[in-house]
């Protein structure tokens, strides 16, 4: 007896995951196509806000959506009735996306003369950001309903986010949620993150959001 | 517009550790040490199941421990005072035990000259279930406050156990809570599953769980 012995089990399995996150940005980079990582929790407005940043900028760029669900396709068909090339990745229980299941889900969305395939990850707060999917940035949506302490809580989450959605701003009078103090803990977490408070369902807020990720996604194209 | 495509993006995640767990299988057999994966819910009484087995068999079989957890290391203590060799399986926010982290585990864990390895995996009934540890056999943990239809909700989870413990029996009179169809329920998942109720706390039922478990261990190591 005396001290125990704790061992990080988990570190061969991101080296492995990192590796190939690494080489699919290669490959993404090579053929001029964004990958956009967008996680959240269930319920904070994912699919309507993608929904907004399709009809903000289908016009301008060639959209993909890939929906990571354990087993339903009711987000892709939402997807798939706005015009977009939509797929479903069912992950059957496990609740992150790695960089292998995400290469496998790009290819199953035929990328080829795709400017931006948007993820929709598995909405959990934990799972998701331990893993690299592969992506170039990493999005998550934080709606009002769930409170200003989330950065406080879920460290990791918005350590990766490179874009933090606030959504629901519309129910600000209603919530004790303090958007400033809010906007403070995330930069606590990740001083680089940018931060677009929105509203998906009245459209308030999206414009920047898009414009953001247009020059992104330009600047992969061209830099 | 039309059918939205779905992809099971988890199938090549699932062979290859399938294919690990196999080999983890082959070389536990090699060396005559039995692994057993305990899965449950969080809270229904893993840690003093585990301390009433190894009160039952530490005599007679030499065992260590494994206890996987997010980040604390308050069970490996729990154990550590029990005299049994532990360690502990920090997985930082992943949800379950692989093959690849489970062989890692054991490897830090020294099993040389141990009988029985008994890995904790991280309290859920959802992911933990998805993937074989490359343990010999599966046992879950219901306890009676859970509820009885644990089995219609899970299918999963009580469809790879191949020993299912009904904890906590002893508040059978305060919860409405039907021993004889959660049994039902249980084989309906997996027909050869043996089920032991039990009372962790009180020590009832543990004999014959823990007669089953040596039964297992000694077949493992001679046949």
Chains 1, 2 share one sequence.
Not at 154 to 170: A, E, G, H
Request: aromatic share 6%; proline share 4%.
């Amino acid at each position: 007896m005396g001290d125990v012995r704790v061992l990080e089990v988990k570190q061969s399995v991101f080296a492995e995951n990192d590796r190939r996150a690494a080489a699919l940005r290669e490959r993404l980079k090579a053929s001029g196509l964004y990958l956009l990582n967008l996680m959240s929790s269930p319920g904070s407005g994912k699919t309507t806000t993608l929904a907004r940043t399709i009809e903000a900028l289908g016009e301008r760029l060639r959209i993909g959506v890939m929906e990571a669900d354990i087993d339903s396709d009711v987000d892709a068909r939402a997807m798939d009735a706005l015009g977009v090339r939509a797929i479903q990745l069912h992950t059957g229980g496990m609740c992150h996306l790695d960089a292998d299941m995400t290469a496998q889900g790009l290819e199953g969305l035929e990328p080829g003369g795709l400017d931006l395939a948007i993820l929709e990850n598995i909405g959990n707060l934990v799972c998701p950001a331990e893993f690299d999917t592969g992506a170039v940035k990493n999005a998550m949506i934080l709606s009002v309903p769930e409170g200003d302490d989330k950065p406080l809580k879920y460290p990791l989450m918005f350590q990766v986010s490179d874009v933090v959605l606030i959504n629901k701003i519309d129910v600000l009078p209603y919530f004790d949620f303090d958007l400033e103090a809010c906007e403070e803990r995330i930069h606590m977490r990740n001083p680089k993150a940018k931060v677009f408070p929105i509203c998906a369902t009245t459209g308030e807020g999206i414009d920047a959001w898009a414009a953001w990720l247009e020059a992104e996604v330009r600047a992969w194209q061209t830099e």
